[in-house]
């Protein structure tokens, strides 16, 4: 991948430490998430970090961010459970993109110089197609960030693109764990809302018509909040939200 840009606009090689970024939140990080998927074409992302396995020098996935929505904790465990080892041996030796169809061969359109410029992976256990970006910043901080289902857009320069993004990404994660310690964020007007009529029982659909928002920025806003909430997902979050006062 070359360098990459540091939040400062100083450029650093793969490997090596990464200085603290400007990202206040995970919440933060998400909508830039949310707007990788959509440029990408995808319905949803998945942000995998690689973390010790309990043996010696072995390692294995763990989802860090996503917005599955619903079983939210078994779409990322499956997704680990067929798409894992292949993709940690992978990230071991190469920073190649990632692909696969989904298991009925759809999810993207042949591109005659695909295979050359991306590991193409076999699939006939998952029901969606796959773009997995992985990243490298030394002994900590690598994973992938993977955008799923929908038609995925495979442009060359546009996946390069969003690949450096990924990139800044799991460098402003990084950053983050180092000051886990600062109090969790408080809660915006809207994420309340959102939570609020998710806790009634609406799907975004009817949330979006009825704060007239999109859909996308329904989802962003129940992710970050579930995020500020230290929630693995909305159910988790809607029961925080209403155990300290922010909904009935």
């Known amino acids: 991948m070359g360098y990459y840009k540091e939040t400062d606009g100083s450029l650093l090689e793969p490997g090596a430490p990464a200085r603290a970024a400007t990202a206040a939140s995970r919440s933060d990080l998400f909508p830039r998430l949310v707007a990788m998927q959509r440029i990408l074409g995808a319905k949803n992302f998945v942000v995998l970090r690689a973390v010790a396995s309990g043996f010696p020098n072995k390692r294995k996935l763990l989802c860090e961010m996503e917005n599955w929505g619903m079983n939210a904790t078994e779409q990322s465990a499956r997704l680990v459970h067929v798409m894992g080892e292949r993709l940690q041996e992978h990230l071991e030796r190469s920073l190649l993109p990632v692909i696969w169809k989904s298991e009925s061969g759809t999810g993207f359109s042949d591109i005659p110089d695909v295979a050359a410029l991306m590991l193409r992976l076999s699939n006939s256990d998952l029901s969606y197609a796959g773009l997995a970006l992985p990243v490298r910043l030394g002994t900590i901080g690598n994973g992938y960030v993977v955008f799923c289902g929908g038609s995925l857009l495979l ?21 983050l764990d180092e000051r886990r310690v600062t109090p969790a964020e408080s809660l915006s007007e809207r994420e309340v809302a959102c939570l609020q009529l998710a806790g009634d029982g609406r799907i975004s659909e009817e949330i979006a018509v009825k704060l007239g928002l999109s859909v996308h920025t329904v989802n962003a806003y129940l992710g970050s909040a579930t995020i500020k909430l230290d929630s693995v997902n909305r159910i988790q979050a809607i029961a925080k939200a209403i155990r300290m006062g922010y909904i009935h």
């Open 155 to 175: 442009d060359n320069e546009l996946v390069l693109e969003q690949h450096i993004k990924c990139t800044e990404i799991m460098v402003d994660l990084l950053a």
